[in-house]
């Protein structure tokens, strides 16, 4: 019988943000992340060779459109979680509005778990940068948990693989 690889559900594991250069071994504790997003862009080019064609193969110059791979561009990273006292993302975004945002640009990586704690998945980023930070409406009437979000830009996303 064949081994299929297990397909990673949400409801069995939990994320985290690891950031190069941060004084705490774990930097955020993750409900949700979107935006794994890699796209290549493709250029064109069309250039005419000096191939002989048409119906009587006197024609030269036929038109040959080539597409090669261009920039790699990658979206921006949304993680969730429930709002916690820890201030070190709002933190990390202050000191960007300051100013000081070469300095906070910082590799990175989001590493799946399962609820053994083992890692089952990673995407490693490199110089990543908080762009938005916001909270869900806080209401005591409903009872539900308030949501803390911080949207990240980065340079380069890659997955590694897991050694087990």
Known sequence: MT???????????YLELKLDGSKDSVDGFFKGCSGFQVNQEVIELCEVTPQLWGKQGQTPGRMVRTKIPGYSTYANLTL??????????????????????????????????NQSAQEQFRFEFQRGWPISYKISDLDVATGEYNIEEIEMTVENLKRVEVQT
Do not use: C, H, M
Not at 3 to 13: A, G, N, Q, V, W
Not at 98 to 109: K, P, V, Y
């Open 80 to 113: 969730r979680r429930g709002l916690t006292l820890s201030t070190t993302l709002w933190n990390w975004l202050l000191k960007v509005q300051d100013g000081d945002w070469a300095d906070q640009r910082r590799d990175g990586a989001l590493v799946v778990y």
């Open 3 to 13: 081994d299929f690889p297990e397909i990673l559900t949400t409801s069995r594991f």
